[in-house]
């Protein structure tokens, strides 16, 4: 047969190392599906329900891996439902190549059905972003696109006219008049380490001599430097405090880590960023502002990969345009061993409190369900190297302090974005990129029923996946914040009963269990666990447990006590949870 545009893509793709494809098809698509069932014996297509889902599968994959997500939509509607999974990979830095069609060139601009603009529409999203509009630029564009994602780990866009992707790839349609030649390429792409300057290693070298007491905040940005972070801080005496999407960077039961920084985060963690004089970022532009140490009250290091994103959040002596790995490398040699080490010790003191106070509450004896012990039930019966996907909201708060990083453990939610519903998609994507690994996506009702109907591509695709839904019948998060506010809620919870996620798990085929009684809990979460294929544990939580900071300011809790005064529902309830949790906190 005839070599196509579709073909002609597919086959690139492949040589690229492509071995996946997430997506739904279309009539604005069907060429590059043909293209694709040409090469399926080389490349999967993996069928999903919802084009969003589609696009967050890929961004799973991308952020476990690395490698290139890829993830294709018909023309209009479809390529539009893309579009929320796709900023999540631009927004946290992965890698990712969108496909979409476009109506045939003969009918742009004349009002034709679904005619959507898709280069104009993905003009602030994608780094590279090109609509093909003659067979001779095939497969060189294809090569820039993914050169282009690879290596400013962002996402790139093709869209494909119907006609263009149907015509015989060797097509020369028009007449040349111009010294330009098609684009030439090859499927290949350099992307070295970036190495650190020796005058920038030296300057941040001095600051960090100069400090008496040091922290260090690490991001997603170093997650492959764990040995060097460990090497540098042991050599500083300088606690590590982790971004959530940098969680895994260190075991966190690690005695230099004071874990999470933010309103997810501990309290040693805030304590000690407004008691340094030295802040040593690392793979991380940490936007949360207001828990940094105050400007003029500590000298600021920063490494990072991006030079565009060096001193972005405080002004900073010494920045590192730099491999993370590379440049602590470097660093280490350089740097002197810390005499005292009495800031490091006293908040490892307070961290063994904080420890102590998260595992008293995981109180088994509560009924409704706390959500910490559902989280900490998953914790102590997941396997040393699982991975957890999160979706965002309260249960992003439950992971951050009760999933513990262990050995090879990972951990991955949607950081800059903070969109809902990544956590089963995520888990779908990870799971085909490591089969053999043990995938858990921790979500809330909310997130879930967005994108149920992709559990059964999971069931479709015989993929193990756990998913364990923290079900409290309302958009948690949401609810706390309007509360943040001074204002009572409103309109964020369901109405009664809490749905039963657990029965569409069986109908489609998996495991499925609905836990009310706390006592059913570690039973059922290690059966989903040990089940051969996807499995689901819906759990019912007390859905007025409220995701307190890691320390309540005077402005955070006026302005809780002044939504309770202007009528807040639920009130009883609300503070028999925070009674509860103190009381376990002091007996801890």
């Not at 249960?395 to 519903?421: C, D, P, Q």
Request: glycine residues 8%; negative net charge; aromatic residues 6%.
């Amino acid at each position: 047969m005839t070599e196509i545009v579709g073909e002609s893509l597919a086959r690139r793709l492949v040589e690229w190392g492509v071995d996946t494809i997430f997506g739904l098809p279309g009539d604005g698509i069907n060429g590059l599906m043909e293209g694709f069932r040409r090469q399926r014996e080389k490349i999967r297509f993996i069928l999903v329900h919802h084009e969003e889902a589609a696009a967050f599968m890929a961004t799973g994959y991308a952020k476990a891996t690395g490698r290139l997500g890829v993830c294709a939509a018909t023309s209009g509607p479809g390529a539009i439902h893309l579009l929320n999974g796709l900023y999540d990979a631009k927004l946290d830095h992965v890698p990712v190549l969108a496909l979409t069609g476009m109506q045939e060139t003969s009918v742009l601009g004349t009002h034709y059905q679904q005619e959507v603009h898709l280069d104009r529409l993905y003009q602030d999203l994608a780094a590279y972003n090109l609509m093909i509009t003659n067979p001779q630029q095939m497969p060189g564009v294809v090569d820039l696109a993914i050169r282009n994602a690879l290596t400013r780990r962002t996402v790139s866009h093709l869209t494909f006219p119907n006609d263009i992707q149907v015509a015989a790839a060797a097509e020369d349609p028009y007449r040349h008049v111009g010294p330009g030649t098609p684009p030439a390429s090859m499927p290949n792409c350099s992307v070295a380490p970036l190495r650190p300057a020796e005058d920038e290693l030296a300057r941040a070298a001095d600051v960090l001599r100069q400090g008496h007491r040091i922290a260090m905040l690490v991001g997603v940005g170093a997650r492959h430097a764990r040995d060097e972070i460990l090497a540098v801080a042991e050599k500083l005496a300088s606690p590590i405090v982790k971004t959530l999407p940098g969680k895994f960077t260190v075991p966190d039961d690690h005695p230099l880590t004071t874990g999470g920084l933010g309103l997810l985060g501990t309290a040693p963690s805030e304590e000690l960023m407004e008691e340094c004089d030295t802040l040593f970022m690392v793979g991380t532009s940490f936007p949360y502002g207001k828990y940094l140490p105050q400007e003029g009250q500590a000298r600021v290091v920063q490494i990072d990969a991006d030079p565009t994103l060096l001193g972005i959040r405080r002004p900073t002596e010494a920045p590192v345009a730099a491999d993370a790995k590379l440049a602590l490398q470097a660093l280490l040699p350089m740097l002197e061993e810390a005499k005292d080490r009495s800031f490091l010790e006293k908040y490892q003191r307070r961290m063994d409190g904080w420890r102590s106070d998260m595992k008293a509450l995981q109180d088994a004896s509560r009924d409704p369900v706390a959500p910490q012990y559902l989280m900490g039930c998953v914790d102590e019966a997941a396997s040393d190297d699982a991975i957890l996907t999160c979706d965002s909201g309260t249960i992003a708060t439950w992971a951050a302090r009760h999933w513990t990083i262990r050995g090879g453990r990972e951990f991955y939610l949607s950081g800059n974005l903070a969109t809902m519903a990544p956590g089963l998609p995520y888990a779908i994507g990870i799971q085909h990129a490591y089969p053999g690994r043990q995938v858990v996506a921790f979500v809330g009702d909310g997130g879930f029923a967005m994108l149920m109907a992709d559990f059964l591509t999971a069931v479709r695709h015989g993929l193990p996946i756990k998913v364990v839904v923290n079900n409290n019948n309302s958009y948690g998060q949401i609810l706390w914040e309007q509360i943040i506010l001074g204002y009572p809620e409103y309109a964020v919870r369901h109405q009664r009963p809490e749905a039963d996620f657990a029965a569409w798990a069986r109908a489609c085929g998996a495991y499925g269990a609905k836990i009310k009684d706390p006592g059913d809990l570690p039973g059922a979460i290690r059966e989903a666990l040990a089940h051969d294929g996807p499995a689901l544990v819906d759990c019912d939580v007390d859905p007025n447990e409220p995701p307190m900071p890691g320390r309540v300011k005077y402005d955070q809790a006026k302005h809780f006590a002044e939504a309770f005064l202007r009528g807040q529902p639920h009130k009883a309830s609300t503070l028999a949870a925070v009674a509860r949790d103190k009381i376990n906190e002091l007996l801890s």
